[in-house]
């Protein structure tokens, strides 16, 4: 790193302590209102942040999956299945849905990452698909397009947590859990080996790097926490189907990644913070729903490449006289 780019990273740090103090702000905002609305907007970005980041963890090594929601749909439905037919604790049944997840992923991963870039993309996009068609041919298991209803609540030490109030911070202990686990894969070897494979591939095998077991083992890394993020949706929303975990979902994820920032560890939660409120802000113009999606994606890949995470960096290179 160049003198150039010390001074800037320095200058960086008032503005990243700012956003973590703004997070932090944001966070308790439902304690202050004390709206039953805002909690679960809360609920819901924490879940949404928790998807994106296993998703971001792909992006790491260089791949952008559209199977993510397949992914969460996998530990969804074994989460459920496992706490209402053969009576698992709920606390067991969410990392079960993980583990399920991250499995699958890691069986399919090898053939799957083979292909690089639209290649890649398009067969997770089928993925995605041929999950959802699954689960609607098998309703015994998935409900069919019924889906099912019903699903128990989330449950601590025998104490079921009812109200959002009392849902809301066991989401947070998830979320600084699930963020933990990327810091530490991001500033440790892993994830010096991640950033060496998506920077340049055929140089980090070169330089000695199992690129094919590093992008397989991101991949199951990041489904698996879609998977646990899939089993919270499903116990704190109540019913789930084949539909819920559509591409719709998947994009959803990966705006959310993308607006945050695709290779900023922050990115997830800041995309998710800013892009799961916006639906209920643009209630009155649900027909424009995607388009405004599309100019915000738009002006974020425009103006901000790294992403809103990224803005602070940006804007001390800016005060720096750098381009």
Not at 8 to 15: D, E, K, V
Not at 48 to 69: K, R
Not at 262 to 289: D, H, K
Request: aromatic letters at 10%; glycine letters at 12%; proline letters at 5%.
């Amino acid at each position: 790193m160049n003198t150039a780019d010390t001074i800037s990273t320095h200058r960086a740090r008032p503005a990243n302590l700012l956003w973590l103090l703004a997070l932090v702000g944001a966070a308790m905002i439902p304690w202050f209102t004390g709206s039953t609305f805002h909690f679960h907007i809360a609920i819901m970005v924490c879940i949404a942040a928790m998807a994106t980041g296993g998703l971001a963890v792909i992006a790491w090594v260089g791949q952008l999956s559209l199977a993510h929601a397949a992914f969460a749909g996998v530990g969804a439905y074994t989460s459920v299945l496992l706490v209402t037919r053969l009576d698992v604790p709920v606390l067991l049944g969410l990392p079960a849905g993980g583990l399920a997840a991250g499995t699958v992923a890691f069986l399919i991963g090898s053939p799957l990452l083979r292909l690089r870039g639209v290649y890649f993309v398009l067969i997770t996009f089928a993925m995605n698909e041929l999950f959802r068609l699954v689960m609607l041919d098998i309703p015994a298991y998935s409900g069919g397009s019924s889906g099912i209803v019903g699903i128990p609540k989330i449950s601590v030490f025998g104490q079921t947590l009812s109200r959002h109030q009392d849902v809301y911070p066991f989401m947070l202990i998830c979320l600084v859990l699930v963020m933990g686990l990327l810091v530490l894969i991001r500033n440790g070897q892993l994830g010096r080996r991640f950033a060496a494979v998506e920077e340049n591939l055929t140089l980090a095998e070169s330089s000695g790097i199992p690129t094919a077991r590093t992008q397989n083992l991101a991949f199951t890394i990041g489904s698996a926490i879609a998977g646990f993020a899939g089993a919270l949706l499903a116990h704190y929303i109540g019913f789930i189907s084949p539909e819920t975990f559509g591409f719709q979902l998947a994009g959803s994820y990966v705006i959310m990644l993308v607006t945050g920032g695709r290779l900023a560890l922050w990115g997830p939660l800041v995309g998710a913070l800013f892009l799961t409120p916006l639906p209920e802000f643009l209630r009155g113009a649900v027909e424009y729903q995607h388009i405004i999606y599309g100019v915000v994606l738009i002006a974020v890949l425009r103006f901000l490449p790294q992403g809103l995470a990224g803005l602070p960096a940006q804007i001390a290179r800016a005060k720096g006289g750098r381009p």
